[in-house]
């Protein structure tokens, strides 16, 4: 299938930039990257926003949830990716439990990975309870992206990656959010027409997972969209590559040739 040419780009995309998508009524795009060649990647692929997500406790570490996720580890995987990127707005996930410690805590941490990863926002999740939060991160100049609905780091409380259904407390948590100051908020794992009502009413762009068409942009997780994931998916990804089995497949064959002795031939024998 031919690829659309990445959208061209002279400069990085910013925060106000998301604002001006939703007006113009363009779709925007978000996909998580936690190295270097993956950071490389989604940044060429012309994709707006590069999210270092905590979900790298589970992509990459092997978790069961987010939640073991360290700021350490926030800034360290951020760092790696912001210096990948060139174009696409980096955005470093404030992991668990920093937002619930108090604005001058979730200051310091977003501070922290403003100032040692290079990345340009914060993303948080939080209900209205962490509206405060939100606006004193903003009041010192960082950028804050919400996340409301399946927060995974509360998945303990929710029993499970469960949909949330709320209507009231959706829009409670999305609304506070906005007027905190958040330039856009994430919808996880929310019914299609709940998302599609609150996208309709906030101010603010509206980045779904799991959460239907209507919002104003989508994101996925970059190894459930290459199909790199271990394990089952949610059945709200498009897996667009094999990229597992193509690896898999690799190994295999390297494998076989080395034990048949025909790795390396002549062409990759020095001297
Ligand atoms: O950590 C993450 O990857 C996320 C996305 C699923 C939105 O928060």
Request: aromatic residues 4%; charged residues 20%; contains cysteine.
């Amino acid at each position: 299938m031919p690829h659309p040419p990445a959208p061209r780009r002279d400069r990085r995309v910013t925060v106000t930039d998301l604002g001006k998508a939703m007006e113009q009524g363009r779709p925007i795009t978000m996909a998580t990257a936690y190295d270097w060649p993956t950071g490389r990647l989604v940044d060429a692929a012309g994709i707006d926003c590069v999210l270092v997500g905590d979900s790298v406790a589970m992509v990459v570490a092997g978790h069961d949830s987010t939640i073991p996720a360290t700021l350490d580890q926030m800034v360290y995987h951020g760092e790696i990716v912001a210096r990948a990127c060139q174009r696409s707005l980096v955005v470093v996930d404030l992991p668990f439990p920093l937002q619930h410690l108090g604005n001058l805590r979730a200051i310091e941490a977003s501070a922290r990975l403003l100032k040692e990863t290079g990345c340009q926002a914060v993303k948080l999740e939080g209900t209205a309870g962490q509206a405060e939060v939100i606006a004193g991160i903003v009041a010192a100049g960082i950028p804050v992206m919400g996340h409301v609905g399946l927060r995974p780091q509360a998945v303990h409380q929710f029993g499970g990656y469960r949909m949330q259904r709320d209507r009231d407390q959706l829009f409670r948590d999305a609304e506070s959010a906005a007027e905190a100051g958040a330039f856009a908020v994430v919808l996880e794992c929310v019914p299609a027409a709940i998302a599609a009502e609150i996208t309709e009413a906030l101010p603010i762009p509206t980045i779904g997972i799991g959460a239907g068409p209507s919002c104003r942009g989508q994101v996925l997780v970059f190894h459930d969209l290459v199909g790199l994931s271990q394990g089952r998916v949610p059945r709200f990804v498009r897996t667009y590559a094999s990229a597992g089995t193509l690896i898999a497949e690799a190994l295999a064959q390297w494998r076989d040739d080395v034990e048949a002795r025909r790795f390396p031939g002549p062409d990759e024998t020095l001297g």
